[in-house]
């Protein structure tokens, strides 16, 4: 089975950073994702870590340590319309699982002027 | 727009009845994948498919749940004799092996069923 926790919610300033931490425990493991979802909407990708290290794209940074199952998303110089819930996965053996992904529950992030 | 649709987008129907979604995927998309997705909760695999074939159920998925995907195109989600606990937003996926390596899946907006 798989197991991925994160936290509920954060709040952080406009024009700040947040750190959004993701442990898993995977019985196989092809891959960790992060998605943002705002309210009402579907989720949207944003970054996709296989190997161990960070991934930079733009305001947005994924790190992952396959050895310690652990993934963060950074987020920098926050602006308002970051607000959302920020969704981490992993996907199984890419043969076994269809690479199915499975989901945490989701960190809310609010930022605020 | 190419991107994923879902039909309907909302969805009230009373206890007992049955609803049936659809959902078309990104053309040429040959995988495609239903979750459920609850208010505060990341979504849950439901079923997945790989053009026509239906390769995975989630134990999730009770017996008054049926997935089809016919043509290997669009896909249909039946929940038949619905309970309150079926509401939900119900989610489409579709990806491509060819799109590279991270197999990233796009997401449809979704279809809210509320059982009343």
């Known amino acids: 089975g798989q197991n991925i926790d994160q936290p509920t919610e954060m709040t952080a300033t406009e024009g700040a950073i947040v750190q959004i931490n993701c442990t898993y425990q995977?019985?196989?493991?092809?891959?960790l994702f992060w998605y943002q979802q705002h309210a009402g909407e579907a989720p949207t990708f944003l970054s996709y870590?296989?190997?161990?290290g960070l991934e930079e794209k733009g305001r947005f940074s994924s790190f992952l340590s396959r050895s310690k199952g652990y993934s963060y998303l950074l987020l920098k110089e926050l602006q308002m319309k970051d607000s959302a819930s920020y969704l981490c996965?992993?996907?199984?053996?890419?043969?076994?699982?269809?690479?199915?992904?499975?989901f945490g529950g989701g960190t809310r992030v609010l930022v605020k002027p | 727009d190419t991107g994923v649709s879902q039909d309907p987008r909302h969805k009230i129907t009373k206890r007992g009845q049955n609803v049936t979604f659809r959902c078309d995927p990104i053309?040429?998309?040959?995988?495609l994948y239903w979750y459920r997705q609850t208010l505060g909760q990341g979504p849950e695999f439901l079923t997945y498919?790989?053009?026509?074939?239906?390769?995975?159920k989630s134990r999730l998925l009770s017996d008054r749940f049926s997935a089809e995907r016919p043509k290997g195109s669009f896909s249909t989600l039946e929940i038949q004799r619905t309970e309150q606990g079926d509401s939900a937003m119900y989610l489409c996926?579709?990806?491509?092996?060819?799109?590279?390596?991270?197999?990233?899946?796009?997401f449809g907006p979704g279809t809210r069923l509320t059982v009343t």
């Open positions: 996926a579709s990806s491509d092996r060819a799109s590279g390596s991270s197999y990233e899946q796009y």
């Open positions: 995977t019985s196989g493991f092809n891959g």
């Open positions: 870590n296989v190997l161990d």
């Open positions: 996965a992993v996907t199984g053996a890419a043969k076994a699982a269809g690479n199915k992904l499975t």
């Open positions: 053309s040429e998309h040959n995988r």
């Open positions: 498919f790989q053009n026509e074939a239906q390769l995975e």
